[in-house]
């Protein structure tokens, strides 16, 4: 089982920049596969990036161009750089955790998480 932990998230102005960061507990980190969720008030949780244990790296319409998901498998961390920043991403950014090689877009794919980062930009 791994643990994750966001940090990064905060107050920031439309188009700036943010980077949140995901730690992992687990020593066995590059087996797993990655993604970035987020949550907006009343809304459903939604996928934003996924990197799987390959490299390949998959990103939500709404933020491509503007958000680079990366990880560094000798920190057991992955990265969420995010700029551009507009209102409409505010939101809490979790990190989710799948040990397989296939990289899915839903919630439902991922059985590990953090407990989230907020996110929030102001117009």
């Known amino acids: 089982q791994v643990q994750l932990v966001e940090s990064g998230g905060g107050l920031v102005q439309a188009g700036d920049s943010l980077r949140v960061s995901c730690a992992a507990s687990a020593g066995t980190f590059s087996l797993y596969s990655m993604g970035w969720f987020r949550q907006a008030p009343g809304q459903e949780r939604e996928f934003v990036a996924g990197?799987?244990?390959?490299?390949?790296?998959d990103y939500a319409d709404f933020v491509k161009g503007r958000f680079t998901i990366s990880r560094d498998s000798a920190k057991n961390t992955v990265y969420l750089q995010m700029n551009s920043l507009k209102s409409e991403d505010t939101a809490v950014y979790y990190c989710?955790?799948?040990?397989?090689?296939?990289?899915?877009?839903?919630?439902?794919?991922?059985?590990?998480w953090g407990q989230g980062t907020q996110v929030t930009v102001s117009s």
């Open positions: 990197i799987s244990r390959s490299g390949y790296v």
């Open positions: 989710a955790a799948v040990l397989s090689v296939r990289l899915g877009t839903l919630p439902s794919d991922y059985p590990y």
